[in-house]
């Protein structure tokens, strides 16, 4: 007896074998995230926040600190007047005997005389604002610095008026004949005051009254 099979049952069976091969094929199941897609969210180009943090703070802690030991502006208290003392005697070794403020070809300058040896003096012009030395030139001896340097050095009188007077501005320092005493005579302004001339014994350094 001879069995014929329907064509419609052969096609269904073929369709079932085509869908099993298909299942069976390598794939990526819908719950699992590709290996590329992981790597994409997870280099996004830019460092952690913790390492950028890290970062922000030891740049700041490494900054190169700002120099804060400038030089004070010519005519600032005392600072102003030793430093010119000292730029002086740099430019001209001796005794500073005179320091004055004046102007040269309109610059504000630093008018300096120093006691060089027996009979010789040397005046000294120094930029006020860089403390560079503009020139200098031979000079008559002020007369009470004929005999000689005093026992008490200029930068020293000004030390003790600066002292003495701690918000005045020093001007000006020479050697001067107070009722035939030789002094220091120094001038100081405080703010909004007229200019005091104040006296320290060259001999002995004492602050005298006006």
Do not use: F
């Not at 890290?54 to 005519?75: L, M, V």
């Not at 300096?112 to 009979?119: C, E, M, Y």
């Not at 004949?177 to 909004?192: K, N, S, T």
Request: net charge negative.
């Amino acid at each position: 007896m001879h069995t014929h099979e329907h064509p419609a049952r052969a096609a269904v069976v073929l369709a079932a074998a085509a869908l099993a091969l298909a299942s069976c094929s390598p794939g990526t199941d819908a719950g699992e995230t590709s290996p590329a897609a992981t790597e994409a969210a997870t280099d996004t180009g830019s460092p952690p926040a913790t390492e950028a943090a890290t970062q922000t703070a030891t740049d700041t802690a490494t900054a190169e600190p700002t120099d804060a030991s400038e030089a004070p502006d010519a005519g600032d208290g005392a600072a102003a007047l030793t430093a010119a003392i000292g730029a002086a005697l740099a430019a001209v070794p001796g005794d500073l005997i005179e320091l004055d403020q004046g102007t040269e070809r309109g610059t504000p300058v630093w008018e300096a005389v120093v006691l060089t040896g027996a009979g010789a003096a040397t005046e000294v012009y120094l930029d006020r604002a860089t403390l560079d030395v503009l020139k200098q030139e031979s000079t008559e001896v002020p007369e009470l610095a004929r005999g000689g340097a005093p026992a008490i050095a200029a930068a020293d009188a000004v030390a003790t008026v600066a002292a003495a007077r701690t918000s005045a501005e020093l001007s000006k320092v020479e050697l001067d004949d107070e009722r035939g005493r030789i002094v220091w005579e120094v001038y100081a302004a405080a703010p909004g005051a007229a200019v005091e001339e104040l006296h320290v014994d060259a001999a002995t350094g004492e602050l005298l009254s006006r």
